[in-house]
T-cell receptor
């Protein structure tokens, strides 16, 4: 069974540019989560999808971030325009169910560097 | 608000030796879960071990075990017979029962010396 995959693995962009990160969850997992780790700090929750619906986007930093999940399959996270403080590692996770009885499976992350 | 603290940014252990990674947390909840995740370089973050707060018995998974001290709000990870493949970033995480948001610590980078 394929795990959670993320693309690209690393992205370097200039301040003011746009970047789109993609996450492919494990097949059949309705729940998809985005997290972010700014260098040296803790991993923080950004948002949660159930199928194509956003259930909780309380962790999204500001309106420069837009997450979508087309058809309840893969998800994209767009940052527009990117700022220096957006640099970090963006993790995606998926789970079969939202309850904690079900493990969240994480992808390897996308390292975003904004220069 | 709940917080998770990992006070050791980096640890080293000799191959075949034992190492303990520290994690403390703060919560006013009584029902919650604690996790240790491992992230090898450029690889998926994988669940190493989990502990339900209502269970008094410490969780164990092969060479990995935890020391869960609920009153002290401490959740340390012990790795026995360390192997080169154990080298990774280790994250401690907390989640209140009924929620799905994990709250992570800052991580501990473990180096295993041959």
């Amino acid at each position: 069974e394929a795990g959670v995959t993320q693309f690209p693995s690393h992205s370097v962009i200039e301040k003011g540019q746009t970047v789109t990160l993609r996450c492919d969850p494990i097949s059949g997992h309705d729940n998809l989560y985005w997290y972010r780790r700014v260098m040296g700090k803790e991993i923080k929750f950004l948002l949660h999808f159930v199928k194509e619906s956003k259930q909780d986007e309380s962790g999204m930093p500001n309106n420069r971030f837009l997450a979508e999940r087309t058809g309840g399959t893969y998800s994209t996270l767009k940052v527009q325009p990117a700022e220096l403080e957006d640099s970090g590692v963006y993790f995606c996770a998926s789970s079969l169910d939202r309850t904690l009885s079900y493990e969240q499976y994480f992808g390897p992350g996308t390292r975003l560097t904004v220069t | 608000a709940q917080t998770v603290t990992q006070s050791q940014p980096e640890m080293s252990v000799q191959e075949a030796e034992t190492v303990t990674l520290s994690c403390t947390y703060d919560t006013s909840e009584s029902d919650y879960y604690l996790f240790w995740y491992k992230q090898p370089p450029s690889r998926q973050m994988i669940l190493v071990i989990r502990q339900e707060a209502y269970k008094q018995q410490n969780a164990t998974e092969n060479r990995f075990s935890v020391n869960f001290q609920k009153a002290a709000k401490s959740f340390s990870l012990k790795i026995s017979d360390s192997q080169l493949g154990d080298a990774a970033m280790y994250f401690c995480a907390y989640a209140t029962s009924g929620t799905y948001k994990y709250i992570f610590g800052t991580g501990t980078r473990l180096k295993v010396l041959a």
